[in-house]
């Protein structure tokens, strides 16, 4: 198996995203969990079956496009 680990921060945007058909208590637990996590960090993995390794990493590639952590949080200077 091919596998990746991108870190991710929770944006404004991203903690409004969340939305379901359903109008449950899993659902508005969900909602109240969600609530407060702008600037959390949070983890994203990605499991491929095996071979899959160049579908893995564009995955990787396409979330980190998106999210930009990288850029937001640069590495530190030695």
């Known amino acids: 198996m091919s596998s990746c680990s991108i870190p991710?921060?929770?944006?404004?945007?991203?903690?409004?995203?969340?939305?379901?058909?359903?109008?449950?208590?899993?659902t508005t637990v969900i909602k109240k969990t969600v609530s407060d996590s702008v600037g959390l960090p949070v983890n994203v993995q990605i499991?491929?079956?095996?071979?899959?390794?160049?579908r893995v990493l564009g995955l990787a590639k396409k979330i980190e496009d998106h999210f930009q952590f990288l850029?937001?949080?640069?590495?530190p200077q030695l």
């Open 8 to 26: 991710v921060t929770v944006t404004r945007e991203d903690e409004q995203f969340y939305e379901s058909h359903w109008d449950d208590d899993i």
């Open 47 to 54: 499991v491929g079956l095996p071979f899959t390794e160049e």
């Open 71 to 75: 850029q937001k949080h640069p590495f």
